[in-house]
């Protein structure tokens, strides 16, 4: 399984000027409305609508972090701004109609719109007053299947995904060139790896998530369906995969690969065709280093969901199996690590995390140590610390502890 695509240090903002609308950790889902789509917050859809998008059916959704409140919707024939105003209300601004089908919406750097438009077959600009110009001319290697595109900030170009191909827009060029082929069905959505630099790709009929390395090298991130009829992809901030589906249902992948339905839109209930998570709910960085066991490192990963309200899980690697474990949690760090190695025999081992709140549990038969948690709205400005440890079952006097890590609210 392919580590969280977010680095362990990625500073994440929390918006303090935000909505009690809209918050880090919401995420919109559209799927084929004329008029409506939903905002799921820890596992709840909230529904918002208008009298109509003011075209066909809905493609896409995108969040807009400079104004907090609104959300880009694309489809067929539109692109408007749907603003929140209170629980389950909205104002609808048309954008512009003249676009074939919208199917994935991205933002440049200087506050445009990349659209991959389906209608056309098109890479599409929009700018913020509706004006709409094309970014690839003519003929392209995508032929007449462009199915979604995204803006990549690291490295400006487009990426742009048709049956069963990836192609690359490189800036100031209007033709795309071939990345990857074979992809065994539509691709549905494109997203980016920030740390690697790697291409994130569903496809559709194969039910696969791909990565696409810069050589073009294609590999599963999880095994084939282990999503079925995935369609729409974004990020969280934990690096966790949220993969839309049919019947409105939505899937958080962590790092184990493990698919958990998180939400189910019921505005409208159809097929997911568009996510837009809502960055800034916390962020995450790695302390130190984890030791070894006679596994392997004993690596801590943090994943679930960070949103305020949402249960978060820490989980580390590599420990004896059926053995007693600890996990370490504290509002502080220490300011010196302490090394275990010359007091408790753990050889390359120090604890990171003032130990203020100890829990007690038992690592699985895989050697696997987890600790879940809820937040609540007293997190909010606070850092959390955590750190496991455990027995090791050749030498029951020693044990291993992990890396620490830092969960900021």
Same mark, same amino acid.
């Given at each position: 399984?392919?580590?969280?695509?977010?680095?362990?240090?990625?500073?994440?903002?929390?918006?303090?000027?935000?909505?009690?609308?809209?918050?880090?950790?919401?995420?919109?889902?559209?799927?084929?409305?004329?008029?409506?789509?939903?905002?799921?917050?820890?596992?709840?859809?909230?529904?918002?609508?208008?009298?109509?998008?003011?075209?066909?059916?809905?493609?896409?959704?995108?969040?807009?972090?400079?104004?907090?409140?609104?959300?880009?919707?694309?489809?067929?024939?539109?692109?408007?701004?749907?603003?929140?105003?209170?629980?389950?209300?909205?104002?609808?601004?048309?954008?512009?109609?003249?676009?074939?089908?919208?199917?994935?919406?991205?933002?440049?750097?200087?506050?445009?719109?990349?659209?991959?438009?389906?209608?056309?077959?098109?890479?599409?600009?929009?700018?913020?007053?509706?004006?709409?110009?094309?970014?690839?001319?003519?003929?392209?290697?995508?032929?007449?299947?462009?199915?979604?595109?995204?803006?990549?900030?690291?490295?400006?170009?487009?990426?742009?995904?048709?049956?069963?191909?990836?192609?690359?827009?490189?800036?100031?060029?209007?033709?795309?060139?071939?990345?990857?082929?074979?992809?065994?069905?539509?691709?549905?959505?494109?997203?980016?790896?920030?740390?690697?630099?790697?291409?994130?790709?569903?496809?559709?009929?194969?039910?696969?998530?791909?990565?696409?390395?810069?050589?073009?090298?294609?590999?599963?991130?999880?095994?084939?369906?282990?999503?079925?009829?995935?369609?729409?992809?974004?990020?969280?901030?934990?690096?966790?995969?949220?993969?839309?589906?049919?019947?409105?249902?939505?899937?958080?992948?962590? &790092? *184990?690969?493990? !698919? +958990?339905?998180?939400?189910?839109?019921? =505005? $409208?209930?159809?097929? @997911?065709? #568009? /996510?837009?998570?809502?960055?800034?709910?916390?962020?995450?960085?790695?302390?130190?280093?984890?030791?070894?066991?006679?596994?392997?490192?004993?690596?801590?990963?943090?994943?679930?969901?960070?949103?305020?309200?949402?249960?978060?899980?820490?989980?580390?690697?590599?420990?004896?199996?059926?053995?007693?474990?600890?996990?370490?949690?504290?509002?502080?760090?220490?300011?010196?690590?302490?090394?275990?190695? &010359? *007091?408790?025999? !753990? +050889?390359?081992?120090?604890?990171?995390? =003032? $130990?203020?709140?100890? @829990?007690? #549990? /038992?690592?699985?038969?895989?050697?696997?140590?987890?600790?879940?948690?809820?937040?609540?709205?007293?997190?909010?400005?606070?850092?959390?610390?955590?750190?496991?440890?455990?027995?090791?079952?050749?030498?029951?006097?020693?044990?291993?502890?992990?890396?620490?890590?830092?969960?900021?609210?």
């Amino acid at each position: 399984m392919t580590a969280p695509l977010l680095p362990l240090s990625t500073p994440l903002l929390f918006c303090l000027a935000a909505s009690a609308q809209v918050l880090p950790g919401d995420l919109a889902i559209t799927g084929f409305s004329t008029s409506a789509f939903g905002i799921a917050r820890s596992g709840t859809v909230t529904g918002y609508a208008t009298s109509s998008f003011g075209g066909g059916t809905s493609q896409a959704v995108l969040h807009d972090p400079t104004t907090f409140t609104d959300f880009i919707v694309g489809g067929f024939g539109f692109v408007g701004r749907a603003t929140i105003t209170g629980p389950g209300t909205m104002t609808y601004t048309p954008i512009t109609t003249n676009i074939g089908t919208a199917s994935q919406l991205s933002w440049d750097p200087s506050g445009n719109l990349i659209v991959a438009d389906a209608g056309t077959d098109r890479v599409r600009l929009v700018t913020p007053t509706g004006v709409v110009s094309n970014l690839s001319i003519g003929p392209q290697p995508w032929g007449t299947t462009l199915n979604c595109g995204a803006y990549n900030p690291i490295t400006g170009d487009i990426i742009v995904g048709n049956q069963g191909g990836v192609y690359r827009l490189a800036p100031g060029t209007t033709t795309g060139a071939l990345i990857a082929g074979g992809l065994g069905g539509y691709t549905s959505n494109v997203q980016f790896d920030m740390l690697s630099g790697d291409i994130l790709v569903t496809v559709l009929q194969a039910d696969r998530l791909v990565r696409i390395d810069g050589n073009g090298i294609v590999s599963d991130v999880i095994p084939p369906g282990t999503v079925p009829g995935p369609n729409a992809l974004q990020i969280d901030d934990l690096g966790n995969y949220l993969i839309g589906a049919s019947q409105g249902n939505v899937y958080r992948v962590d &790092a *184990t690969g493990t !698919a +958990t339905l998180i939400a189910t839109n019921t =505005s $409208p209930s159809s097929t @997911v065709s #568009g /996510l837009a998570f809502v960055h800034g709910g916390c962020s995450v960085q790695s302390i130190g280093t984890a030791c070894s066991s006679a596994i392997g490192p004993t690596s801590l990963v943090i994943g679930g969901d960070c949103s305020i309200g949402g249960l978060l899980t820490t989980t580390s690697y590599n420990h004896s199996p059926n053995v007693l474990g600890v996990t370490v949690l504290s509002l502080a760090q220490l300011p010196v690590p302490l090394d275990l190695g &010359a *007091t408790f025999g !753990a +050889t390359g081992c120090s604890l990171y995390v =003032s $130990p203020d709140v100890l @829990v007690g #549990g /038992l690592t699985d038969g895989a050697g696997e140590l987890h600790f879940d948690f809820a937040s609540n709205n007293t997190f909010l400005g606070q850092a959390m610390y955590v750190q496991h440890s455990a027995l090791e079952a050749t030498q029951l006097s020693s044990f291993t502890s992990s890396n620490a890590a830092v969960v900021n609210y």
